[in-house]
């Protein structure tokens, strides 16, 4: 009954995470003023993939064929370092959020080396930008969730969303903020990325699993679904002004604000245009300074908590 506990949250994410897309895409057919693919669309692409073979090239090692299984599985268990519920326990330790990044940072590492197995200078490029973009994401990740851990005087990512109190607003937004922008570069999303672009010559994500098919393209979709799911859940937790509300009231509450911010992110890239290469530097610059400040503020006494 004990281990139950542990996998609520990867079972929620599992159930959940494939509609997280459909929100958004909803959302920027509504801005487009079209009518848009249905919201559980990627289940049902999902459902087709599993139901197909997979086309390996001679070309490619073990690496292309075991990469998929290993990015899913990595992601998945990230998922499970998260409380979806406050009352439930999972996964936690002193510093738990490193593991949470390291296994993040591991579906990455084998994304990559998929990508550079085929031996495409397509997916090379695509797979040489996805290294340079989280060696400049990861430090705002971590500097955003140290500044969460710090003004809640604890190490733990447990810890601290299942805490009850008053929290620091002006601290959470310098925090989720930036979270936010790492959010939108992690996942490929506009305006860092365009995930339904068609030109291999500016795809980042996309173009490193262009020789994917059948289950392992099915794998990739799912572990990118889930990615986007804990990040999400990520801000929600820290954004969520109350806790303890009760099992069946903190999952609708939950559930609910991790949709608005897909409908947020849909807006955000029905308003904006994917920025140009030599410009994503800039804006996650941007980000880092203000990561960096709520950092600074938490660890200063200028701010009384």
Same mark, same amino acid.
């Given at each position: 009954?004990?281990?139950?506990?542990?996998?609520?949250?990867?079972?929620?994410?599992?159930?959940?995470?494939?509609?997280?897309?459909?929100?958004?895409?909803?959302?920027?057919?509504?801005?487009?003023?079209?009518?848009?693919?249905?919201?559980?669309?990627?289940?049902?692409?999902?459902?087709?993939?599993?139901?197909?073979?997979?086309?390996?090239?001679?070309t490619t090692s073990g690496i292309f064929k075991f990469a998929p299984v290993i990015v899913f599985g990595?992601?998945?268990?990230?998922?499970?370092?998260?409380? &979806?519920?406050?009352?439930?326990? @999972?996964?936690?330790?002193?510093?738990?959020? /490193? %593991? !949470?990044?390291? #296994?993040?940072?591991?579906?990455?590492?084998?994304?990559?080396?998929?990508?550079?197995?085929?031996?495409?200078?397509?997916?090379?490029?695509?797979?040489?930008?996805?290294?340079?973009?989280?060696?400049?994401?990861?430090?705002?990740?971590f500097v955003s969730i140290l500044t969460i851990l710090h003004s809640n005087h604890s190490t733990s990512? &447990?810890?601290?969303?299942?805490? @009850?109190?008053?929290?620091?607003?002006?601290? /959470? %937004? !310098?925090?989720? #903020?930036?979270?936010?922008?790492?959010?939108?570069?992690?996942?490929?999303?506009?305006?860092?990325?365009?995930?339904?672009?068609?030109?291999?010559?500016?795809?980042?994500?996309?173009?490193?699993?262009?020789?994917?098919?059948?289950?392992?393209?099915?794998?990739?979709?799912?572990?990118?679904?889930?990615?986007?799911?804990?990040f999400n859940l990520l801000i929600v937790k820290i954004i969520m002004p109350f806790n303890n509300l009760?099992? !069946?009231?903190?999952?609708?509450?939950?559930?609910?604000?991790?949709?608005?911010?897909?409908?947020?992110?849909?807006?955000?890239?029905?308003?904006?245009?994917?920025?140009?290469?030599?410009?994503?530097?800039?804006?996650?610059?941007?980000?880092?300074?203000?990561?960096?400040?709520?950092?600074?503020?938490?660890?200063?006494?200028?701010?009384?908590?």
């Amino acid at each position: 009954m004990e281990i139950i506990k542990f996998l609520i949250t990867p079972f929620v994410a599992l159930l959940t995470a494939p509609l997280l897309f459909g929100i958004i895409n909803k959302t920027k057919a509504f801005f487009a003023g079209r009518k848009g693919a249905p919201v559980l669309q990627l289940y049902f692409d999902l459902y087709r993939l599993f139901h197909k073979s997979s086309v390996i090239s001679k070309t490619t090692s073990g690496i292309f064929k075991f990469a998929p299984v290993i990015v899913f599985g990595s992601t998945l268990a990230a998922s499970a370092m998260i409380p &979806f519920i406050s009352t439930l326990t @999972c996964f936690h330790f002193t510093a738990d959020f /490193i %593991l !949470l990044f390291y #296994l993040l940072g591991m579906a990455r590492f084998f994304l990559i080396l998929s990508a550079m197995d085929t031996g495409s200078a397509f997916e090379g490029m695509g797979a040489s930008r996805e290294a340079f973009f989280s060696a400049l994401t990861e430090p705002i990740v971590f500097v955003s969730i140290l500044t969460i851990l710090h003004s809640n005087h604890s190490t733990s990512l &447990f810890a601290v969303f299942t805490l @009850c109190g008053d929290k620091n607003w002006i601290i /959470i %937004l !310098l925090a989720s #903020l930036p979270l936010f922008v790492a959010m939108l570069t992690e996942n490929a999303r506009i305006p860092f990325d365009d995930p339904n672009t068609h030109l291999e010559l500016t795809m980042i994500h996309e173009v490193m699993i262009l020789d994917n098919s059948g289950v392992d393209l099915a794998l990739f979709e799912y572990a990118s679904s889930l990615k986007l799911w804990i990040f999400n859940l990520l801000i929600v937790k820290i954004i969520m002004p109350f806790n303890n509300l009760g099992t !069946l009231t903190e999952i609708i509450t939950t559930l609910l604000f991790m949709f608005i911010i897909c409908i947020v992110i849909g807006i955000t890239e029905s308003v904006m245009a994917r920025s140009r290469l030599i410009k994503i530097p800039q804006l996650l610059y941007s980000a880092a300074v203000i990561a960096g400040l709520g950092f600074f503020l938490s660890i200063s006494n200028v701010i009384k908590w």
